[in-house]
């Protein structure tokens, strides 16, 4: 798959999220080789495979910028100001144990912004993509615009670790909260496919612990988020990627407020 450099950037992003996609879709299912990260944590071919061939559509369309993906770290400038961040298999462990719930993440960061993003799903070929001021889904080769809606009153909660802000907040903790029960339905996908959805009205909201700023896994939900009008701040509703970092994006206001109050909730003393 090839790119013209006069393309747009959210069409490479898109260029390189789908020819990702279809490695990872390409390799399920068969033997993959698994080469370990840290305790818990492990990369497979089929990462490798589709990282390779994002960043070399990256390389060949945009050859000045610099690139931080998930296997191979950081490359180009330190300081550069146009910075591609690529999560080539987000849910890896939902894929080797051939679990679809997976998504490949491609976004662009020009300064402090994410101008261009997409996140692919390489089992039912859709393509969350934006521009920076629209969030739009490509599928069966058609765009249609997306629009957040709390109406599902799922919400989407990570509970895979770290988590920095534990005791304070806790994942599992809100997930057990009363008044979480009385309004949303809980869902753990384990992918940040989950994120783009709630772009697309298929969530109510996702929340997260941990430190987003100028993360692979992140970077591209946060932006189809953000273009789609969702209401987007760290845990407690502060700015994101200040103070105690994490994220809430919820589909509307109310909603927003809701998670945040249920996130700083405290657990009952006991005498």
């Known amino acids: ?12 992003a898109m260029t390189a999220a789908t020819a990702g996609a279809a490695v990872v879709r390409d390799m399920y299912g068969g033997p993959l080789a698994r080469f370990e990260k840290s305790a818990g944590d492990f990369a497979t071919a089929a990462d490798l495979a589709a990282e390779k061939t994002i960043l070399d559509i990256l390389r060949a369309a ?14 180009g400038a330190e300081g550069a100001r146009r910075r591609w961040l690529v999560d080539p298999l987000c849910g890896t462990l939902n894929y080797a144990v051939r679990n679809m719930l997976v998504a490949v993440n491609v976004a662009l960061r020009v300064g402090t912004d994410v101008t261009a993003a997409a996140t692919a799903d390489p089992f039912s070929g859709e393509v969350f993509w934006t521009d920076g001021t629209r969030t739009r889904l490509r599928a069966g080769g058609r765009d249609e615009d997306v629009a957040p809606s709390p109406d599902s009153r799922l919400v989407d909660v990570n509970l895979d670790p770290p988590f920095p802000n534990a005791p ?46 100028d993360s692979v896994h992140f970077a591209a939900g946060i932006a189809l988020c953000r273009a789609a009008g969702c209401t987007v701040t760290g845990i407690h509703g502060q700015p994101l990627h ?14 927003h407020a809701a998670l945040v109050e249920l996130a700083g909730s405290r657990p009952a003393h006991r005498d």
């Open 242 to 255: 200040t103070g105690a970092g994490g994220l809430i994006v919820a589909a509307d206001e109310e909603t």
């Open 168 to 213: 304070g907040f806790q994942a599992v903790r809100l997930l057990a909260e009363p008044g979480f029960a009385q309004r949303f339905r809980p869902r753990v996908v384990s992918t940040t496919l989950a994120v783009a959805w709630v772009a697309a009205g298929r969530r109510a909201a996702y929340v997260t612990d941990g430190d987003l700023r």
């Open 62 to 75: 945009r050859p000045d910028d610099a690139v931080t993906g998930e296997e191979s770290g950081r490359t």
């Open 1 to 12: 798959m090839t790119v013209i450099d006069f393309e747009s950037d959210a069409h490479v």
